[in-house]
């Protein structure tokens, strides 16, 4: 019979055991992962007189179709739902709403560009200026593209902040490539700002939502994948972590057990050591990936201002951020978050060069508390709160990354697959698509 492994049951992984299962009904798929629990960087508890609040991601982007699609095949089609409709804000010395007419930060707009507080007189200008600008080489660089054609207000105070905040990165040190949307606008002609308007002009408006979520949370998708990945006949089976993984023939050993094939589902850090001695190329190369962490801190806030009603939360720009780089209000973008002990309030700390693990947990409510209420003017007193601490969880894309990955491609051995948010994709829905591609590429390998 053949045996399939795959380390790691994060959403990557149990999406790859669960599309195994559909395509080699005859073979034998077992999932180990390290933790006494499944679901990798996703994780929902009960919180603050609630059932389900996320203690990470909290949404996947529904027009990007692998996450739903994969929610309602598990049954959890008539579970979803999606945001209130609250609008997000930037803190610049105050709160200010996000500019319509924006392309994750980019504008496609300068009137209504024109009318935001957001930025100086200068900064408009300067950014009026970018269709006059000649071309110039980003060297894969999200920041060198943006500063170059807008300056360094529409670059700090949208563009990072936005990108910024979904990567936990410094976009100086981004790559435009695996950022899709600033990709293909960065390839529509010289000028950002007309490939943005054209791209709008030419765009339907879009119907049905943007986001979705389980009204469970989203672990109950990983309990979703997981049970029918079970039933199909996947052996999944946590407290268990691979320690070696070394080629034998056409075959793999991983700890000493023989597989036909084996898929990584697991961070780069995590994976270049099991490697070293089989495959050192690939090692190497996965040893380079850089990481970040994060901290969020959730809060319920028994007294929520009227004012801040209909706000979903805020981001803060590096050239002013402490330690606090962007809050969520939960029970203004979540209805079936309303009803705890207070407004649920998610306050994100960590990113890209500026790392949490300095500040002990004490620290961390500290930063939290405090800069939430100078940010919003709230005296924060919360009634509960949850420290959720996630060490290396993003990955970070540097300039020439798919060159990284092509390397680590034409590295990697026969019957060997990685997979995961290190490689070619941030995201629950990247995640998802990447195990569904990594089966295919097991079976592939299988048939070949």
Not at 209 to 220: D, K, L, N
Request: aromatic share 4%; glycine share 10%; with cysteine.
């Amino acid at each position: 019979m053949t045996r399939v492994l795959v380390a790691g049951a994060g959403i990557t992984g149990l999406a790859t055991a669960h599309t195994l299962a559909g395509l080699l009904p005859d073979g034998h798929v077992e999932v180990w992962e390290a933790d006494d629990r499944l679901g990798g960087k996703i994780r929902t508890t009960p919180f603050a007189g609630l059932d389900a609040v996320d203690e990470g991601a909290d949404a996947f982007l529904a027009r990007v179709p692998h996450a739903t699609s994969l929610a309602r095949e598990v049954g959890l089609g008539d579970d979803l739902t999606s945001p209130t409709g609250a609008s997000a804000a930037v803190w610049y010395g105050g709160l200010h709403p996000i500019p319509e007419g924006l392309l994750l930060g980019v504008p496609a707009d300068m009137l209504r560009l024109s009318r935001s507080p957001l930025l100086s007189w200068r900064g408009k200008v300067r950014a009026a200026l970018e269709p006059l600008l000649p071309r110039r080489d980003a060297g894969d660089s999200i920041g060198r593209l943006v500063r170059a054609r807008f300056g360094d207000e529409v670059h700090e105070r949208l563009v990072d902040a936005l990108v910024g905040s979904i990567y936990a990165t410094d976009t100086d040190a981004s790559s435009l490539a695996m950022v899709p949307q600033l990709a293909a606008l960065a390839g529509r002609g010289r000028s950002l700002l007309l490939g943005a308007r054209a791209l709008r002009a030419a765009t339907p408006p879009a119907s049905g939502p943007i986001f979705h979520a389980p009204r469970r949370g989203m672990g109950s998708l990983v309990d979703a994948v997981a049970a029918a990945a079970a039933v199909a006949g996947v052996t999944i089976t946590p407290g268990r972590p691979v320690h070696e993984v070394a080629a034998d023939g056409p075959t793999w050993r991983v700890d000493g057990e023989a597989f036909d094939a084996v898929v990584l589902a697991t961070p780069a850090a995590t994976t270049a050591p099991l490697l070293a001695a089989s495959t050192p190329q690939v090692a190497r190369l996965l040893a380079t990936m850089e990481h970040a962490s994060v901290v969020l801190v959730s809060l319920a806030v028994p007294h929520w201002p009227e004012r801040l009603r209909g706000r979903s939360g805020y981001l803060v720009p590096k050239p002013v951020q402490q330690r606090v780089t962007a809050a969520s209000f939960g029970s203004q973008k979540w209805a079936h978050w309303r009803g705890g002990t207070g407004e649920i309030v998610r306050v994100s700390i960590g990113r890209d060069g500026r790392s949490p693990d300095d500040l002990d947990d004490e620290a961390v409510v500290r930063h939290a508390v405090d800069e939430l209420g100078r940010h919003t003017g709230v005296d924060v007193q919360p009634n509960a709160v949850r420290i959720s601490r996630w060490p290396g969880a993003f990955p970070q894309y540097r300039p020439h990354h798919r060159e990284w990955l092509a390397g680590v491609d034409a590295a990697r051995p026969p019957g060997l697959v990685l997979a995961g948010a290190s490689y070619d994709g941030i995201g629950i829905p990247a995640c998802i698509d990447q195990g569904r591609r990594a089966a295919a590429a097991v079976v592939a390998h299988l048939a070949g």
